[in-house]
């Protein structure tokens, strides 16, 4: 079992609407939860991360953290065509929070 | 403020050359981390380096592949007598002390190609 799941969709969705990304995990151990975009050819931008569980917003973006079920998710409201991009959730432990496991990324298309 | 400086964007070598990928990290940030992407694999963490320090090399490949970050000039990441497998992208991400792994910022990576 991979320590990080993540469906590779592809996801396409119409400009305006609500999208749900999701990752689950193995390792009970990690205590940093991240969520990257990456447009293609370029490098991973770090969207936003949080710590232990829990939710955290930052514009149309919403991060949420379920310890106990093992499970992640990005909420993006209001999707715009340039939303379109690979979602990388990344996970670390306490301690060696540098080490990221990464996801393989879900591919979202937003479609005008 | 620029960004992490990776150079070159794409490089090709011949089976059995040497690589040499480079990573400038941003202005006051002293950690760097090297990460590769293989296609349809998601990112994987190689090495951890502060200056002049490796700190964590633990998803480096036993042979072949070295990295160092000098007192001067940026990281380097080296693959030598590369081999068709070595073909991927490889990012480079570095954060400023205080903030870990957590806050990196990653450069637009160097796309290998083994012919």
């Known amino acids: 079992q991979k320590e990080v799941e993540q469906d590779p969709g592809p996801l396409s969705v119409p400009e305006g609407a609500i999208v749900s990304l999701n990752c689950t995990y193995s390792n009970s151990a990690f205590q940093y939860f991240m969520w990257y975009r990456q447009y293609s050819r370029k490098g991973p931008e770090l969207l936003m991360y949080t710590y232990s569980s829990g939710n955290k917003e930052d514009g149309r973006f919403t991060a949420q953290v379920d310890k106990s079920s093992k499970y992640i998710s990005l909420f993006i409201r209001d999707s715009q065509p340039s939303d379109s991009a690979t979602y990388l959730c990344?996970?670390?432990?306490?301690?060696?929070?540098?080490?990221?496991?990464f996801g393989k990324g879900t591919l979202l298309t937003v479609n005008p | 403020n620029a960004g992490v400086m990776q150079n070159p964007r794409h490089l090709v070598r011949r089976r059995g050359q040497e690589a040499r990928l480079r990573c400038s990290p941003m202005k006051g940030h002293s950690h760097v981390y090297w990460y590769r992407q293989l296609p349809e694999e998601g990112l994987k963490f190689m090495v951890y380096?502060?200056?002049?320090?490796?700190?964590?090399e633990s998803g480096m490949p036993k042979e072949r592949f070295s990295a160092e970050f000098p007192k001067e000039g940026p990281s380097i990441l080296r693959i030598q007598q590369v081999v068709r497998g070595d073909s991927a992208a490889y990012f480079c991400?570095?954060?400023?002390?205080?903030?870990?792994?957590?806050?990196?910022?990653f450069g637009q990576g160097t796309r290998l190609t083994v012919v």
């Open positions: 380096l502060q200056k002049e320090n490796i700190i964590d």
């Open positions: 991400a570095s954060s400023p002390q205080t903030a870990g792994g957590v806050e990196a910022f």
């Open positions: 990344a996970m670390s432990r306490a301690g060696s929070n540098y080490k990221l496991t």
